[in-house]
């Protein structure tokens, strides 16, 4: 074991020692069974939507704990760090109403960002040394490789530890000459001796009783000594971070697991108090003959910027993933699965269809609710963002988006349900907006063709509909006008008719109909044919009848 000397030679002499740390962070002043929960990203990728249902979870538990909800930021691998990554979190957790009790910016118990807090791990690294539960370990990237070669040759487990990790039990000598000549070192944690025959044992708040073999790796828990700042790995960071700002409850993914043991050996190697454990299943997505996780490498909807883009609204998408984690909410009507506490106990072990489809029918559900206004805000503040040109047709002739919207929706039992998420604002209302409509070109506009009827029948018809057009407010007497004109051109006045005897006529009344839609609207599918003639005004009827019966 080192002299104490040395050791603290390789630190900052101001260095706190770890007492000072625990009267700055002492013991939360909390409710007894109150949670402390953190959400911890890494800016080493975008966020997974996997990300916004662990942080659901944890924030819904805290919330209901009288507990606390802290985001810390865990960027101890900085070369791996993603430009922007970081905005996006923020970006996601503010568009999913997620926001932290404490993070970077506000909050007792931080920095919440670990590249801001290198004195505080250098304190406990320097703490582990001292008493020998940690060593300086010079091994180069060449004597590592040897020494798994040499391992997989015997047919034992790889790793660095007992007789394969050859600075475990240095002579001092050896350690100090290392230092002398500046040879870049790094610090690894000393696995109990007995590691390899024993069993951990643990109560996961998700999945029960586990098991698995303790941790026999003399892991690494302070990166080389030539890089600046001197940061931890993951591993030892989280456990002075959890126990320093009194986490007592981590959610996280399942993948996890077969670190507890490690976890567990630091936690204790440092005198603290672990925190609960909830290990929660990945979210999964359906594919031929199984399924697998959603991945944000081959699946768009794995990331959180696909459900901003589309623009879900951020209700619906957090109801269906509160039922993915406790299947009794997706049972219940939104606003009470939203406010409904999360229960550890009753998310299951397999991991959760992610459905777009049920999403989708849910969202449809949620718009429906809506009324005119909220919908429009909606829709302008996501078109600011992701449609410029959207968004400036919605300023620019804000009363017309509102009565297109009303249509089918303000005053009936039962609203339309045309829009899943705001990107299908334009493909189902832009017809409503002139400086988003084209006109159609004539009798030869593609958008006629599949009518069926004549060119010569179709332009006359449409010119002598404009010609002699009147913009009546009640419904039936605005359509006897089209039913009468089109008897004049040579439609039949029903289907039926048409359909018995159909060289005697150019069409029937529906034809007749869907020449005058597809003018105003440019699409054979539409609201309300009345109710659109009524929210576009006469001037802008009359202006579309007249492009096809040019």
Known sequence: MLDRAVIDALFPADLPEPEQWEQQYPPRQLPEAAQVTRFAPSPTGFVHIGGIYTATIDRDVATHSGGVYLVRIEDTDQSREVEGALTQFARGFEYFHLAADEDDGHGAYGPYRQSDRERIYLTYVRHLLRQGKAYLCFATKDELAEITARQQAAKVPPGYYGRWAIWRDADPADVAAKLSDGTPYVVRFRAPDDAAKRRVRFTDAIRGELEHEANRNDTVILKSSDQSPRLPTYHFAHAVDDHLMRVNLVVRGDEWISSVPLHLQLFDALGFVPPTYAHIAPLMKQIPGGKRKLSKRNDPEASVDFYLQAGYPAEPVLYYLRGLANGRLAEMPLDAALTTPIRLDQCGAAGPLVDLVKLEDISADYIATLTSRQVFDAVRAWATQHDPELADALNTETDLALRAIAVEREGVDNPRKDLHKWSDFRPAYGFFFPQLFTPLAGTNDQRITPLGVAPDVATSFARDFADGYEHR??????????????????????????????????????????????????????????????????????????????
Do not use: C
């Open 473 to 550: 407010t009640d419904s039936q007497e605005w359509f006897n006008q089209l039913r009468e004109l089109a008897a004049t051109h040579g439609f039949a006045p029903t289907a039926k008719e048409y359909k018995n005897n159909p060289d005697a006529y150019a069409g029937s009344i529906r034809e007749a109909s869907q020449l005058v839609r597809v003018a105003l609207t440019g699409s054979t599918r539409s609201p309300d044919l009345h109710a659109i003639t009524q929210a576009l005004g006469a001037d802008e009827v009359l202006r579309r009848l007249r492009a096809l019966g040019v």
